[in-house]
DNA sequence: AAGAATGATTGACC
DNA sequence: GGTCAATCATTCTT
């Protein structure tokens, strides 16, 4: 019985089920709430819950019509047996015909609600599966969050919030972002180096004005610089290191690729 | 139209 | 539960 297993697991079984309706609480609290994708999702559960309000109006007013149509023909045999006998049996019959010809329309009416249920559900996953590129804007400031931590590229909970706010996507995009970002850079460094020095010279910049407004007189140029490479926590430090730095300062304007420091095996964590 | 880029999904791992 | 790696599916670029 898929099609019932469907309305049930949508919720779209009535109360006239009667014990039914306790498996229906079972299989919607089974179903779990997938609470995330907020705007597109609440947008579907409305027009399920759309679907399901006409198909309860539906259901009561089919229920409606075969009671008066009963009582209909009941009338009706009530004035032949003045002419003919009835007898009980041929009344049953008559009762029965109009209760199979309604629940069979109301079968039709489930199977219908069924179909648009399942249109709904297809929609809603397409528009989940299309994807749109993040804006240019959005890409900028993930980019510069992962260049400026290039040591250690994994954002916070909270990191991830904020950057999420920032850019207008959700926080699991912004985890998808980073997943997609550090496998891919690992893989190919070379191709990102460009943007690394790139983001790498924005920041640069932006933290030498901060400089140059706090300490006028310094020789100080070396500003904060991302890392080269991101690598494996315990190696953090060690390739942290100033030397590494001024490295990285040298190749970002000569547009030199500096060796990438990765272990052999691991992980990134 | 083909290939590259990119966001999302999935399964395995720890 | 978060991440990696492979892969899918769509969008962008050439």
């Given at each position: ?20 309706s ?10 779990g ?9 609440s947008?579907?559960?409305a ?21 008066e ?22 009344i049953e ?17 489930k ?5 648009a249920v399942?249109?709904?559900r ?7 599966r ?27 909970e909270?990191a991830k919030?904020e950057?999420a ?23 190919n ?20 004005h ?12 070396s ?17 942290d290191?100033a030397e ?8 970002m304007?000569?547009?030199g ?13």
């Open positions: 019985m898929r099609l019932d297993n469907m309305l049930l697991a949508e919720g779209v079984a009535g109360p006239e089920k009667g014990g039914g306790a498996a229906a609480a079972a299989a919607a609290a089974a179903a709430s997938p609470t995330d994708n907020s705007i597109e999702h947008d579907y559960r027009k399920l819950s759309q679907i399901r309000q006409i198909y309860h109006t539906e259901l009561e007013k089919y229920e409606q019509a075969c009671n149509f009963t009582t209909h023909v009941m009338n009706l045999l009530r004035e032949q047996s003045r002419t003919r006998p009835i007898s009980p049996k041929e019959r008559m009762v029965s015909i109009i209760h199979r010809k309604f629940s069979s329309i109301q079968m039709q009416l199977q219908s609600t069924c179909e399942m249109i709904l297809s929609r809603f996953l397409d528009a989940r299309k994807r749109r590129n993040f804006s240019k804007q959005a890409t900028e400031i993930l980019n510069e969050y992962f260049y400026s931590h290039l040591s250690n590229p994994y954002p916070s909270e919030e950057l706010k920032k850019c207008s996507i959700t926080v699991s995009q912004v985890s998808n972002w980073f997943g997609n970002k550090r496998i891919r850079y690992k893989k460094i070379g191709k990102f180096q460009e943007e690394a020095n790139l983001y790498a010279a924005k920041t640069a910049v932006t933290a030498a901060a400089a140059a407004a706090a300490v006028q007189n310094s020789q100080t140029n500003p904060t610089t991302p890392n080269s490479g991101f690598q494996m926590k315990d190696e953090e430090f060690q390739l290191s590494n730095k001024n490295t990285l300062l040298t190749n304007f000569t547009g690729y500096p060796a990438p420091c990765y272990q052999s095996d691991g992980r990134i964590q």
